[in-house]
């Protein structure tokens, strides 16, 4: 492992690897949530890693004719430690001070750290939306280590949970909408190479995967009933499913019917929809990172021609029903595994736009000419006018024609005119430079700076508080280095595993120490004892109500035994308030009797032979004699 100098360390610290004051340690937000969710009594590790809003590509492409939103895109990676105890190693050879001093006891044992569980989560933002995109999840299956009381939550459930919480409030933005996305996929291993081989790790099926991760999300819809936010609502689909069968991935809580939906949201998410008479399928479809629909996405766009694409369509698939009917048949959908497809959509409480119902509309209103017009009659009420343009649904059909912005598609509208700018902010000529040419003196870098930190916190496109950032901010070449560092190493066996968290915790900080520990508060429900009621109990055994073999003599059974009698438990119930069926209600089924005429005719035993196993006195049993004649003799060699 190699490890840079100090003075290679203190160059680093002007730059990306602290770039503020605050990046040693987490958020003490992250911190008290994290320590409210994990098992009291247990230390973990927490490394946050973040980069600042870096602008990219747009997710949705923009509809004909129209510019595509600016986009801003935030990285986070949160990786989770825990220690476990091993024997320490003999100390070193120095000299001795005193006899026995370099004897190595068993007694001493020193601690180690792993990697247990990652999480990466891209952040979008817009004007319009923030989206929070989880890309990969990963467990090595060593928090097994901790031996952890049978019973108990969870920890990377409770992490991932508590992660995307913190995340959501700190990039909440007032009349914006944020949505939550994934994707979830059955893998043996994303994040940590070799991990699998862990008999400790348990990887889940594609059933168990999808049904973890909507445990996971549940939490989110239900605890933020209580923030300012007008309507969360989940979703869910799998394609290849019907609707009862996806049911069945869905927490079964008393909210989960009114919290969870079958379908997907992405003509709700789409702020075109509210702006256009109709929006194409390729425009709702989002591009992210890695996600099968979007490598479909692509597919659709290669066997299409450029002007299809420039008009927002494609040649096979013409709705958003049509593509997800095809998604089950394509990229990881059809590999015999289910995948599933799940969204948390939060509306604001005042929705910055309005719907188009009771949006008014900007074409003007134009009364009925009329050439007998009097002045002296009353104007009307409601004059007639050009009824504003329905938006139509893109399941029922496909218009053919481009699409229009509301209220504008009217031919009766004048043309807008050209706006006519202030004489300071025209464009002013490019003046010819003449005379004589000074050079530029050459500026020697002495230190490298980090203009990271200048960057402004709240723009019309995004919003990054100091509280919502990592413990260590970085652009974004350095963070996908550190995430692909930790690709290339190895976690199939626990001293493998060590020694990589190790070098990935090192070489991400350059050296530096970095990432703070976090002490668990959540009290298990095995700590509380079970406490017995404190009123009578009721003994079934003494009221006769418990048969048992050979009872003892007792005041229900005096001559020991089988109970002769059940006088005794009918009085104790009767007293007990216990409703005792009578002789008359209990029905009783006959015997058949036998017909004693052919038994005895059939008899052959005589009145005063002895019967062996027959005590004196006892019945003789009845015995079915065959005849003479129907009884066969081997005859006897001569």
Not at 259 to 279: K, Q, R
Not at 329 to 351: H, N, Y
Not at 475 to 492: T, W
Request: aromatic letters at 8%; proline letters at 9%; a positive charge.
């Amino acid at each position: 492992m190699s490890f840079l100098s100090s003075s290679a360390v203190k160059r680093d610290t002007k730059g990306y690897g602290n770039i503020s004051s605050n990046t040693s340690t987490c958020d003490p937000g992250l911190v008290d949530s994290l320590a409210a969710v994990l098992p009291k009594g247990y230390t973990f590790g927490v490394y946050h890693l973040s980069t600042p809003p870096t602008k990219t590509e747009p997710l949705c492409s923009a509809p004909p004719g129209e510019r595509p939103d600016k986009t801003y895109a935030e990285n986070h990676f949160l990786a989770v430690t825990v220690d476990y105890p091993t024997h320490g190693a003999p100390p070193t050879a120095s000299k001795r001070a005193s006899p026995g001093a370099d004897e190595f006891k068993d007694t001493e044992t020193s601690k180690k750290t792993v990697l247990a569980f990652a999480i990466e989560i891209f952040v979008f933002t817009t004007a319009y939306q923030t989206t929070f995109f989880v890309s990969k999840a990963d467990s090595t299956g060593y928090l097994q280590l901790l031996n952890l009381p049978k019973g108990t939550p969870s920890p990377i459930r409770e992490v991932a949970s508590t992660f995307l919480t913190y995340l959501l409030e700190h990039r909440r933005r007032k009349n914006i909408q944020s949505v939550v996305n994934l994707f979830a996929r059955a893998q043996a291993q994303y994040l940590f190479p070799g991990s699998v081989e862990n008999k400790g790790k348990h990887v889940l099926d594609d059933w168990g995967l999808v049904k973890w991760w909507c445990r996971v999300l549940n939490p989110l819809l239900e605890g933020q009933k209580k923030e300012p936010w007008g309507q969360t609502k989940g979703y869910l689909i799998v394609p290849g499913l019907e609707e009862s069968e996806m049911r069945a991935f869905l927490p079964r809580t008393p909210a989960s019917a009114t919290n969870w939906s079958i379908g997907h949201p992405m003509e709700c998410i789409s702020h075109y929809t509210a702006e256009f008479d109709w929006v194409p399928p390729r425009c709702l479809i989002p591009h992210y990172p890695d996600d099968p629909k979007s490598r479909f996405r692509d597919e659709l766009d290669d066997e299409s021609s450029k002007w299809k694409q420039d008009m927002g369509s494609w040649k096979s698939v013409k709705s958003l029903d049509q593509f997800w009917e095809m998604m089950a048949f394509r990229q990881e959908c059809s590999s015999g595994r289910l995948t599933g497809f799940i969204w948390l959509v939060f509306d604001p409480k005042e929705a910055p736009r309005m719907s188009q119902e009771t949006a008014p509309s900007s074409t003007p209103q134009l009364t009925t000419p009329n050439t007998s017009f009097d002045s002296s009659l009353p104007a009307p009420v409601n004059p007639p006018a050009t009824p504003p343009r329905r938006r139509v649904d893109m399941s029922a059909r496909t218009p053919q024609s481009s699409p229009l912005k509301l209220g504008l598609g009217s031919a009766t509208s004048t043309p807008s005119q050209p706006r006519i700018l202030p004489d300071d902010q025209q464009k002013k000529k490019k003046k010819k430079l003449k005379g004589h040419i000074v050079p530029r003196l050459p500026k020697v870098k002495t230190q490298q700076r980090s203009y990271i930190a200048n960057r402004p916190s709240t723009t019309a496109y995004y919003y990054w508080p100091t509280q919502g950032r990592g413990n260590k901010v970085v652009d974004e070449s350095d963070f996908k280095r550190i995430v692909e560092l930790l690709l290339h190493l190895d976690f199939a066996t626990l001293d493998k595993a060590t020694a990589a968290t190790r070098r990935w915790i090192s070489e991400a900080a350059m050296g530096a120490k970095w990432g703070q520990e976090v002490t668990g508060k959540r009290v298990s429900l095995q700590n509380y004892s079970l406490k017995a009621p404190s009123g009578h109990v009721n003994n079934l055994g003494s009221s006769g109500l418990v048969r048992r073999m050979n009872d003892p003599p007792g005041p229900a059974n005096p001559d020991g035994g089988k109970p002769t009698s059940i006088s005794a438990p009918l009085q104790n119930i009767s007293n007990r308030g216990v409703n005792v069926l009578g002789a008359g209600l209990v029905r009783k089924k006959k015997k058949v009797e036998e017909d004693t005429e052919n038994v005895a005719s059939s008899t052959t035993v005589q009145d005063n032979a002895p019967v062996r196993g027959l005590e004196d006195g006892a019945d003789i049993p009845k015995v079915n004699a065959l005849e003479a004649g129907l009884v066969r003799k081997k005859a006897k060699p001569a």
